[in-house]
């Protein structure tokens, strides 16, 4: 999809355009949570969870600055320090983001402390398309 596409795109909410956005989809994941001792049994190489916080954000307009991340950022302190992470970039090998417009993945990368500021350059050289992989 090229820059000219998206812009010449349908207006969603001014500034976004329909093809900043999801579409429509549906999709389905599981995640069967268990003790150390069912997990054992249950899988030859379980994946073990050492830190996870939740907050949530008021969702009335009007309410927040949509461009602040700060129920995000204590989620993700919060998480990094049950995990013992004091350094998200360096100690984290993989992020899955869970974006609806095209702005939120910077804004998401900034809140979650993986980018200091440089969420757009880090993106621009370490995407699938740039042939580099984030660490």
């Known amino acids: 999809m090229t820059v000219e596409q998206v812009m010449g795109s349908a207006m969603q909410a001014d500034p976004i355009k329909e093809l900043e956005a ?11 949570l268990a003790a150390e001792e069912k997990a054992r049994k249950w899988c030859a190489q379980p994946v073990w969870l050492s830190g996870m916080a939740s907050r949530l954000d008021s969702f009335y307009l009007g309410d927040r600055d949509l461009a602040e991340t700060a129920s995000l950022t204590l989620a993700s302190k919060k998480a990094y320090r049950m995990a013992g992470i004091s350094n998200p970039r360096k100690e984290i090998d993989l992020v ?40």
């Open 22 to 32: 999801y579409p429509v989809t549906d999709g389905a994941c599981a995640m069967i």
């Open 96 to 135: 899955e983001l869970s974006e609806f417009y095209s702005y939120q993945e910077l804004l998401w990368l900034e809140g979650m402390g993986s980018a200091a500021g440089e969420a757009g350059k880090m993106i621009d050289r370490e995407s699938p398309s740039s042939g580099e992989s984030f660490p």
